[in-house]
């Protein structure tokens, strides 16, 4: 087997509404190896989300091929697709996606829910050890609400993280907070890629943030039009010490 | 996902509305209440008459004067004191002609005041003859029956109940051998009866004088006839023949022609028995019509909650999904939701019909008896409304499209 995680070529995905067919995706094509740490730009309705989303077997193409890890994905049933979701992929969603409620330790552990190998100790065990990598272990009680934005997404970051994926998923993680955060969650997905060797596909539109990746996938409408890795990578550490240290605005 | 983790989630979801949990729960908690406790009103009043009517014998028959005449009044019944029609010839015939019940007892009865130097009383006297003590079980605790001589001399003599006596003498005086008087008639007490306490229907059955009829229909009521024949069948199986020759003699001795209808009414302790024991199986009927209503009831409100809170968590269920559950985990999820809700509304019923019932016994002092069958039944019942009506709105929930769940806002 190679040590390419993903392998997708003419991926289609058509939309049907009544007589209408909206072609979001209309035959894309790359790999991403084990390691890679890859961003999706493209402006708004490129199909960002509709790749990310046939990406993280959450949705089906129309047509086309994908190999996750080396799976057909698409000769998958709804169960096996779920299964493939819990232990192969950790998504981090825009919106955090956390329940409500609950404490930080508890949204945690809900991938390891779903999985009935693993033990209530076992559980607990690895939800804290997730919430350590993401330097919040000290917040391990706190309700979402009690909880910042960043705090919030670096949360949902340790339980993408805590079934021990093959590959990370995000779709816009930063979109909703401001520069200073942004840095700071990039900075952790740089630590997880290069001490963890965790492959990361990160949708984002904006260049500084992709600039923090090894390698830019430009998407427009519905194709891909730009694939090139990243000649001068950004370390985030860097960029956020280089931060005006109170910013007034 | 193993059962307790799914019990977990359930839980930690309801608990996080309890107000909502329990006001979804209210329609299963009244209707499960409801039912137990008049269940075990039902079945406590039930067998007490049950074990009174046993206890007043089974082979008691009882006669009573009936006017169902066309001229008796133009619709207007009249009670049966007042309808005259049961003579001592009457008994003396049906003595010489029922040979399927040994004993019969004529009845005379009269109210009035029972007085003794400044102590009275207000009581009833029972004219009957020496064989109603068997006829009707009871026996003399102190003292002597009256006896056939008594009845031919009406004779002044009587036999009290234990109520009667604590009223006019008090704890500790020996009533036999003293002179009470009851209307101005004086009477000499020459036994006490064997306390029988209160029957189911609330009255006190030592609440009594018992005196020759003779004595009762001539020197108090001034009246040649009877309020009612008791007998006694030789054994409960041939009581219903016993009352059908008790029926062939009163009309011969009334002389009433072919198609004319009866005067009197003859019923068997079995009679009674049946119509009590049919009328609380309508009353069963009626529970159970009363417990599927109210169940349904709460079905419905548990579906109503079940779906606002699928649509609720639309998001979580995305999210769920994502992280990898499958259908049948939302599915489960959810149903399970809705049997712990049925399930506790179920428990609480069920702990509340009981402190009713208890409360109720206790209070009230009404015979009540908390059946087990009747806990499980009610039981079994909520959990499978809660998967009924749990099932619909779990399925929905299972059904999302992961992506769209996700989106919705
Ligand atoms: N469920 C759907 N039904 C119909 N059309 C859809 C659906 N999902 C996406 N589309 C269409 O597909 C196209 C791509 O949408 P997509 O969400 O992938 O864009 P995006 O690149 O993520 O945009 P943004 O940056 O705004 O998030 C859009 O034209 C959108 O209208
Ligand atoms: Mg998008």
Redesign the pocket.
């Given at each position: 087997m190679s040590d390419k995680i993903l392998e997708i070529d003419d991926l289609k995905?058509e939309?049907v509404?009544g007589s209408e067919t909206?072609?979001?995706?209309k035959g894309v094509s790359f790999d991403v190896l084990k390691g890679e740490f890859v961003t999706i730009m493209?402006?708004?309705?490129?199909?960002?989300?509709?790749?990310?989303?046939l990406l993280g077997c959450l949705d089906k193409q129309t047509s086309g091929e994908y190999f996750l890890d080396g799976i057909d994905v698409k000769t998958l049933d709804r169960n096996q697709l779920a299964k493939l979701r819990n232990f192969k992929i950790g998504f981090v969603f825009q919106a955090y996606n956390l329940l409500p409620r609950t404490s930080a330790l508890e949204n945690v552990e809900l991938p390891l829910f779903y999985n009935s190998k693993i033990s209530g100790k076992e559980r607990r065990e690895r939800a804290l050890h997730a919430l350590e990598a993401v330097k919040l272990a000290d917040r391990q009680h706190h309700t979402p609400s009690q909880l910042s934005g960043g705090q919030q997404q670096r949360v949902a970051i340790a339980r993408a993280l805590v079934n021990e994926p093959v590959m990370i998923l995000a779709?816009?993680a930063t979109g909703n907070l401001d520069t200073r955060t942004s840095y700071e969650i990039m900075a952790l997905m740089q630590e997880l890629n290069e001490k963890d060797q965790k492959t990361i596909v990160f949708?984002t539109?904006e260049p500084d943030i992709a600039a923090f990746s090894s390698r830019t996938v430009f998407?427009r409408d519905?194709k891909v039009v730009k694939d090139s890795p990243n000649a001068n990578k950004k370390n985030a550490k860097d960029a956020l010490a280089a931060l005006p240290v109170s910013d007034d605005y | 996902m193993n059962i307790f983790n799914l019990i977990k989630i359930a839980l930690k979801a309801l608990l996080r509305n309890k107000l909502r949990a329990l006001l979804t729960m209210l329609g299963i908690i009244i209707g499960v209440g409801a039912v137990i406790t008049m269940m075990s009103i039902g079945q406590g009043s039930k067998d007490s008459i049950q074990s009174s009517l046993s206890a007043m014998g089974t082979n008691m028959i009882t006669i009573m004067p009936y006017n169902n005449l066309p001229g008796g009044g133009g619709g207007v019944r009249l009670g049966a004191s007042s309808i005259q029609s049961l003579t001592i010839a009457d008994v003396e015939k049906l003595k010489r002609d029922v040979t399927d019940a040994t004993e019969f007892s004529p009845a005379a009865s009269a109210s009035g005041q029972a007085i003794k130097g400044t102590a009275n009383w207000p009581t009833t006297i029972q004219g009957v003859a020496p064989s109603y003590l068997d006829i009707r079980k009871l026996s003399v605790n102190s003292g002597i029956e009256f006896s056939d001589n008594d009845v031919r001399t009406s004779a002044k003599v009587c036999l009290l109940g234990q109520t009667v006596v604590n009223n006019l003498f008090g704890p500790n005086v020996d009533p036999i051998g003293q002179i009470i008087r009851f209307n101005k008639i004086p009477l000499q007490v020459i036994g006490v009866l064997s306390p029988k306490g209160y029957n189911t229907f609330g009255q006190d059955q030592d609440d009594i004088i018992i005196a020759p009829y003779t004595t009762v229909q001539k020197r108090i009521l001034a009246t040649i006839y009877f309020h009612a024949i008791y007998a006694s069948a030789r054994t409960e199986s041939v009581s219903d023949l016993a009352s059908e020759e008790i029926s062939k003699s009163l009309r011969e001795s009334h002389r009433l022609r072919e198609g004319q209808d009866d005067d009197f009414v003859v019923r068997t302790q079995a009679d009674l028995i049946k119509t009590l024991s049919s009328t609380s199986g309508m009353l069963s009927v009626l529970l159970t019509a009363v417990a599927g209503i109210s169940l349904l009831i709460g079905g419905i409100g548990i579906m109503n909650i079940m779906y606002v809170s699928v649509t609720e968590r639309t998001r979580e269920i995305g999210l769920r999904m994502s992280i990898g559950a499958r259908g049948i985990d939302i599915m489960s999820q959810f149903l399970i939701e809705a049997i712990l809700i049925s399930i506790t509304g179920g428990l609480i019923g069920v702990i509340l019909g009981i402190a009713a019932s208890i409360f109720i016994s206790s209070f009230l002092h009404w015979p009540v008896i908390i059946s087990e069958t009747s806990i499980v039944i009610s039981f079994l019942v909520c959990a499978l409304t809660g998967v009924f009506f749990g099932y619909y709105p779990a399925q929905k929930a299972a059904r999302l499209d992961p992506?769209?769940a996700l989106?919705y806002e």
């Open positions: 995905r939309f509404m909206v072609r979001a995706l493209g402006s708004s309705g490129s199909g960002k989300s509709t790749l990310l989303n779709d816009e949708v539109h998407l519905g | 992506i769209e989106r």
